[in-house]
C-alpha cells in the first residue's frame, strides 16, 4: 500500500497563502484517483480537492477560486495551492490515493488561519 506524507501546513493569517505537498513513497500513476480532505474538531471529513484518473480536478465549492491542485508524476508527489484563506478553512488537511480498492491515507497537515 502506497504510504502518503503531508507537509506544509501552518499558521497564516487571513488572506494569506499555503502550500501543501503529499509525497507518496511510491509512484503516482494516472490512473489513481488523488483528493485533499480535511477535517474541523467536531466535524466531519469533507472532500476540497481531487485529481480524477482522467486528469480532471473538481472542486468543493467552498474553495473554487482560491485552491488548486496539481501533481508532480515525476516527483510522486501531489499539491495543494491554497489562496486567500479564510478562517474558516482551519483545519487538519489530509491527502488520500485510491487505486482500485485500495485507499490511502497520510497523517494529515494542520492549517490554521487567524483573523
Known amino acids: 500500500q502506497v504510504q502518503l506524507v503531508e507537509s506544509g501546513g501552518g499558521l497564516v493569517q487571513a488572506g494569506g497563502s499555503l502550500r501543501l505537498s503529499c509525497a507518496a513513497s511510491g509512484s503516482i500513476f494516472s490512473s489513481d484517483i488523488i483528493g485533499w480532505y480535511r477535517q474541523a474538531p467536531g466535524k466531519q471529513r469533507e472532500l476540497v480537492a481531487v485529481?480524477?484518473?482522467?486528469?480532471?480536478?473538481n472542486y468543493a465549492d467552498f474553495v473554487k477560486g482560491r485552491f488548486t491542485i496539481s501533481r508532480d508524476n515525476a516527483k510522486n508527489t501531489v499539491f495543494l495551492q491554497m489562496n486567500s484563506l479564510k478562517p474558516e478553512d482551519t483545519a487538519g488537511y489530509y491527502c488520500?490515493?485510491?487505486?482500485?480498492?485500495?485507499?490511502?491515507w497520510g497523517q494529515g497537515t494542520q492549517v490554521t488561519v487567524s483573523s
Open positions: 488520500n490515493l485510491k487505486r482500485g480498492w485500495s485507499s490511502s
Open positions: 485529481i480524477t484518473s482522467g486528469g480532471s480536478r
